[in-house]
């Protein structure tokens, strides 16, 4: 009977964390470039009171055996890199990335992260960051006196400048791909870090080699879908409340054999 107290209690424990995840998603709906995430499952060990193909009789075999688990188990977050929709700002220092890819920016440890929001900005040196200030990876300063602000699909950066009719190339801007996006750790601020289960970054040309293009005056949103996740945590709710009803019936089954032992 303890097993099923057990069972139960991982169940709503594994949807605690579930719903916490949701929760999470539907906080960040409004968030530029964020990637909502989903809790993938999986079930505990098992006891086995006879394995399957034990002999029953001489030269039998029985087809099957009995196991009974143990309950379930929070096994990841998994984060969708799926495209968000598009939102024109009209802000030249507004981008969005069409496909794969991430930007990159140098935290002040020294350390590299990578993002998919574009909301960029200028410094007083008139370098291009982030809205923490974090620059941008290969670094590009805007002119004080630029006049115009271009950005091209290919990430190349050009500027008008006051008695010149033809723009000024001051930059390229690179983005950054990785083998499995999904190993890449979140550190907040819209920020993710490479780990040893995403794989080494590799740089290249917006456009090229797999790389999506850069589109300005434009911001991707959040990938989150308000009906998806509310239908979600209906879900997740009515299995905690399941969960819930079965320690209940078990402690129910416990209190009816106690008063029998009476």
């Given amino acids: 009977m303890m097993r099923s107290l057990w069972s139960a209690a991982t169940g709503m424990i594994a949807q605690q964390l579930n719903?916490?995840?949701i929760a999470h998603n539907l906080a960040?709906?409004?968030?530029?470039?964020?990637?909502?995430?989903?809790?993938?499952?999986?079930?505990?060990?098992?006891?086995?009171?006879?394995?399957?193909?034990?002999?029953s009789t001489e030269n039998i075999q029985l087809p099957t055996g009995i196991q009974v688990g143990l309950g379930t188990?929070?096994?990841?977050?998994?984060?969708?890199?799926?495209?968000?929709?598009?939102?024109?700002?009209?802000?030249?220092?507004?981008?969005?990335?069409?496909?794969?890819?991430?930007?990159?920016?140098?935290?002040?440890?020294?350390?590299?992260?990578?993002t998919r929001s574009g909301a960029l900005k200028q410094d007083s040196d008139?370098?291009?960051?982030?809205?923490?200030?974090?620059?941008l990876e290969p670094p590009i300063a805007i002119p004080s006196d630029a006049t115009e602000i271009s950005i091209r699909d290919d990430g190349t950066v050009a500027v008008l400048q006051p008695g010149s009719t033809d723009p000024?190339?001051?930059?390229?801007?690179?983005?950054?791909?990785f083998p499995n996006p999904a190993g890449l750790a979140n550190v907040g601020h819209g920020l993710l870090r490479a780990t040893a289960a995403?794989?080494?970054?590799?740089?290249?040309?917006p456009g090229m080699s797999g790389l999506g293009i850069i589109t300005q005056g434009t911001l991707e949103l959040s990938n989150v879908q308000v009906v998806e996740e509310m239908v979600n945590m209906i879900v997740?709710?009515?299995?905690?409340?399941?969960?819930?009803?079965?320690?209940?019936?078990?402690?129910?089954?416990?209190?009816?054999?106690?008063?029998?032992?009476q």
């Fill in 19 to 21: 719903v916490d995840t």
């Fill in 28 to 55: 960040n709906v409004n968030t530029t470039g964020f990637k909502r995430q989903r809790v993938d499952f999986q079930d505990l060990m098992y006891q086995t009171l006879r394995m399957p193909g034990s002999p």
């Fill in 73 to 114: 188990r929070v096994a990841s977050t998994v984060k969708s890199f799926a495209q968000g929709a598009l939102a024109q700002t009209g802000n030249p220092l507004d981008l969005a990335i069409e496909g794969d890819g991430f930007f990159q920016v140098n935290l002040p440890s020294g350390e590299a992260a990578y």
């Fill in 126 to 135: 008139g370098n291009i960051v982030t809205s923490d200030g974090y620059l």
């Fill in 168 to 177: 000024a190339v001051i930059g390229n801007m690179q983005l950054v791909m």
């Fill in 198 to 205: 995403s794989g080494d970054p590799t740089v290249g040309t």
């Fill in 236 to 261: 997740a709710q009515r299995a905690y409340e399941a969960s819930s009803q079965a320690i209940k019936v078990a402690d129910d089954m416990l209190q009816t054999a106690n008063r029998v032992q």
